[in-house]
C-alpha cells in the first residue's frame, strides 16, 4: 500500500520575519523551502496573533508555492486575507488559518468565504444596489474589471537577489575551487550539498544515522552578487561562498567535509 505524499510549500516572506512573529518595512524578504502542512500551519497561527498590531507602512505577506498551487496570505486590516492564483481553489477573503491549510491542501473550506479576491469586491459592492444609482453601478463595474486586470496581469515579483554572470575562465576557475562536498551537520534533518567542477549540485537531506531522506539534483553558474563570488542554481536561488570552506544556502551555513 502506497504512503500518501506529503505536501511541501516554497514560503516567501515580505515585510515579515520567517517565524512570522514580526512585521516590519525595513525587513529583508526571505524565503524557506520544504515546510510541511503543520510547519505552515504553526506560521499561520503567529501571523494571525502578529496582524492586529502590524506598523505602519508594512505590508507584510506570505507567499506560498507548492504542487496545489500559488496562494497569498496578507496580514491586513487585523486579519489575514488569502488570495488563491489557482483555478482549483475557490477560497478567498478574510478567512482562518484552518481555512487556509484546507485550501492549500486541496480540501474545500467549510465557509462562506468561497469567492475569490474579485467575487469578494462585487460582493462588498453590489450588497447594497437598492440605494445605488446606474451611473454608479457602472463605475463599481468598471472598478472590479480594473482589479481583476491587474491582478491576473500584474508581473511576479523575485526573491533572487541581483547577481552577474561570470566570464567562462574566472567561473571554470571558482567551480573548481568551491567544487567539494559540505554539510551543515551530521543529524536528522542536517543537509549536505555535492558540488562538482561541471556545475553539477546535488542537495541530500539526511534521515536517522545519516541515511538520505531527500534528493534534489540541480546545476549552478559561477556569479557575482553584491561584489563578491556565489552560484546561481538552475531554480534561480543564490549560493554565497563565505570562503572556499563554507557556503550560504536558503540562510543555512554548509561546512566544507571533504575535497
Known amino acids: 500500500m502506497k504512503q500518501p505524499v506529503e505536501l511541501l510549500f516554497s514560503v516567501a516572506f515580505r515585510h515579515l520575519s520567517t517565524d512570522a512573529k ?9 524565503q524557506l523551502h520544504y515546510l510541511s502542512l503543520k510547519q505552515i500551519r504553526t506560521l499561520l497561527d503567529s501571523a494571525t496573533a502578529l496582524a492586529p498590531s502590524v506598523p505602519h507602512p508594512a505590508e507584510p505577506e506570505l507567499r506560498l508555492t507548492g504542487s496545489t498551487g500559488k496562494f497569498v496570505v496578507q496580514l491586513k486590516a487585523g486579519n489575514l486575507n488569502f488570495i488563491s492564483w489557482s483555478s482549483a481553489v475557490k477560497a478567498g477573503g478574510v478567512i482562518t488559518p484552518a481555512q487556509i491549510i484546507d485550501a492549500i491542501s486541496g480540501v474545500e473550506p467549510a465557509s462562506d468565504h468561497g469567492a475569490g479576491p474579485a467575487d469578494t469586491i462585487v460582493a462588498r459592492t453590489f450588497g447594497s444596489l ?5 451611473g454608479a453601478m457602472v463605475v463599481a463595474i468598471i ?4 482589479f481583476t486586470v491587474w491582478f491576473l496581469t500584474r508581473p511576479p515579483r523575485t526573491l533572487t537577489p541581483k547577481f552577474t554572470l561570470m566570464q567562462a575562465e574566472p567561473a571554470e576557475r571558482l567551480l573548481t575551487d568551491v567544487a567539494g562536498i559540505y554539510e551543515t551537520g551530521d ?24 541515511t538520505v531522506a531527500q534528493k534534489q539534483a540541480f546545476t549552478v553558474k559561477a556569479a557575482e552578487a553584491a561584489g563578491k563570488p556565489a552560484l546561481v542554481t538552475n531554480k534561480q536561488t543564490l549560493i554565497t ?3 572556499m570552506q563554507a557556503v550560504v544556502l536558503y540562510g543555512d551555513t554548509y561546512r566544507r567535509v571533504n575535497r
Open 22 to 30: 514580526k512585521a516590519g518595512a525595513t525587513l529583508p524578504d526571505a
Open 143 to 146: 472598478a472590479v474589471n480594473a
Open 241 to 243: 561562498i563565505k570562503d
Open 187 to 210: 543529524g536528522p534533518g542536517d543537509r549536505r550539498l555535492e558540488i562538482q567542477k561541471n556545475g553539477g549540485m546535488q542537495r541530500i537531506k539526511f534521515g536517522a544515522q545519516r
Open 130 to 134: 437598492p440605494s445605488m444609482n446606474l
